[in-house]
């Protein structure tokens, strides 16, 4: 009853960002959410101001902050792992909460990851966080208290005598626990405000941008460069400083043994592709734009937890459709693979992982932000 409504009212929301005529219904709906909609904000405000005036706490490390102001996915994911490569792997860890693990029912803070050996698994740490402990040569730590993962990480560093600098923060723009160094809000170039109400009414957590340093839009390959330049002279109107532009970008393929594979080998063929995450249109999208000559989809919820009946229903298909690839993303993988590996009817069916990356529009932006987040964190030292 509960998926049944949140589909429901996602699919409204939906509605409105495309200005699609809604029935009576769904009208009447609608203006609940919106009445809804103002008692939120007030409470959101009032929680929000109290952490950011009272919880905050320094910590040894430089601290940059990566979030979103809406529900869903904007690409926090493969925006980190550019991060990690443009401060350098060996100077950063990354902090998450570990959604999807079922450590993100405790408080306490746990390793996944010390950059060098994976110490946990994605049932218990979460996907994002075990992806990014495959993918990345980098300590990662998850836990609902940011400081106790913060202290954690430095235990890491007076243990082994490794020198962190940088510590990412993924999903925290409304997260107050440690004071932040350096904070990136992402926007989807496609929809930045949704459909411009905030929860229940819209996907939007709330409407303030002013506590980013730079606001980068993500897919914004996917507008014209008109409608691009329009988005960017709305968000410098509304006091936005610094807007970057980028796309998400495949960049090759793994198979079931993590072997480097060219995204072409499935051009031309039967590809059947599944995933559990937030940007689930952007990776049909992907796929699509390899060109397989036919493709069928299956969407899971967000942090989606397979079972054995997920994957049986997989195989059925594959082998009734007669499919010539399956392909899912890394993050989906991380949660499947043991299953995969073990079960011999799975031998059959090769099985692709899509590796997505972020890149700017420009060039010239990539050195720009590297260069603004050094001198801002030079400033920040004096």
Known sequence: MMIELRNFITNLWQKTVEQRKLNFFEHCVFLFLNILEYPYRVFFWCINFLKLHTGSKRVSFKVISV????????????????????????????????????????????????????????????????????????????????????????????ASGIKIEYILLDDAYQNHQLKKDFEILLLDARKPFENGHCLPAGALREKDLSRSDVVVLTHADKITGTQLELEKQKLISLGVKYVFAGKHVSKTMHDKKMQQIDVDIISGKKVFAFAGIGSFDQFKQTVDECLPSFGKFKKFEDHHEYTQGDLDEIYNLVNQIKFDFVVTTLKDWVKIKNIIMHDDKFKSIDFYVLDVGFEFLNDSEYSRLECFIHNKLCLKEM
Do not use: W
């Open 67 to 158: 979030g979103n102001i809406s529900v869903g996915g904007t690409g926090k994911s493969v925006f980190i792992s550019m991060l990690v490569d443009l401060l350098k792997p060996s100077s950063s860890a990354i902090l998450l909460r570990g959604y999807g693990g079922s450590n993100v029912r405790k408080k306490e803070s746990l390793l996944v990851c010390d950059g060098k050996e994976i110490l946990s698994t994605p049932e218990i740490c979460g996907d994002e966080a075990f992806m990014h402990s495959t993918m990345l040569n980098t300590p990662v730590v998850v836990g609902k208290n940011r400081f106790k993962s913060a202290n954690l990480l430095n235990d890491l560093c007076q």
